[in-house]
């Protein structure tokens, strides 16, 4: 088997194991799997996938580079079976490029962006949903709010005539503890909730870490590398 069904078998197979990994990190926790979301981060894999994986089931699929982004959501043969996530680091003058094609960005973490977002979505006519990146690096190295500034964030997201508050998204320090960090954004995700009881997603966990997330209470996964492989293999 080679080319397209061949990739489409890899990606299956892969695809199988992830959701086997959730369903039993789901029974360890108690929870129902149904309550994961799994988004396929397809950043530097074609729009080809992405397609692929819209056969297989997946609702939602993960970039994080405008440039890359905006060019391959353009190709998708099956952009109305897709929630498309911007998950990258956002300069606010791409604001105007990423509220084009992206459902939900989840990595909006200061009020310049959000004044910026809520300026491109007025314009566009359109309204993204939006989770505040909380920074679980200490110090903060690598976007994200600090977690004692989410709460202003949100209300801040909140308040835009333009933007959905959906939530917060994190990613885990590097060598550090998963699950003690994902701890502390469900602690952020909850004191969020009182305020804003509609901002219900935690998106954290990612292919290495994500049992660990999934143990905290994460409603979405970013998952890349253990659905579509390195990215070296496939360019």
């Keep these: 088997m080679s080319g397209a069904a061949g990739r489409r078998a890899e990606l299956e197979r892969n695809l199988a194991t992830v959701h086997a990994r959730i369903a039993a990190a789901c029974a360890l926790a108690g929870r129902d799997p149904a309550e994961v979301s799994l988004v396929a981060v397809t950043k530097f894999f074609p729009a080809s996938d992405a397609d692929l994986l819209a056969e297989l089931g997946v609702t939602a699929i993960g970039e994080n580079r405008d440039q890359e982004a905006s060019a391959k959501v353009a190709e998708l043969a099956r952009r ?41 979505a007025a314009a566009r006519g359109v309204r993204p949903a939006v989770l505040v990146q909380v920074s679980l690096d200490e110090p903060p190295a690598r976007g994200g709010v600090e977690p004692g500034g989410a709460a202003a964030l949100a209300d801040q997201v909140a308040a835009s005539e333009h933007l959905d508050l959906r939530g917060v998204m994190a990613v885990a320090p590097l060598g550090g503890d998963a699950g003690a960090a994902f701890a502390r954004l469900a602690e952020v995700a909850r004191g969020i909730r009182e305020s804003h009881p509609g901002a219900s997603w935690v998106s954290a966990g990612m292919s290495g870490d994500l049992e660990a997330a999934v143990a905290q209470g994460a409603t979405h996964l970013r998952v890349g590398s253990a659905i579509l492989g390195s990215r070296e293999s496939h360019r």
């Excluded at 998950?87 to 909006?108: E, F, H, M, P």
């Design 80 to 120: 109305a079976d897709l929630e498309v996530h911007f998950i990258g680091q956002l300069q606010t003058n791409k604001a105007s490029s990423v509220v084009s094609y992206a459902d939900v960005i989840q990595s909006v973490d200061r009020p310049k962006l959000v004044a910026a977002l809520d300026r491109a």
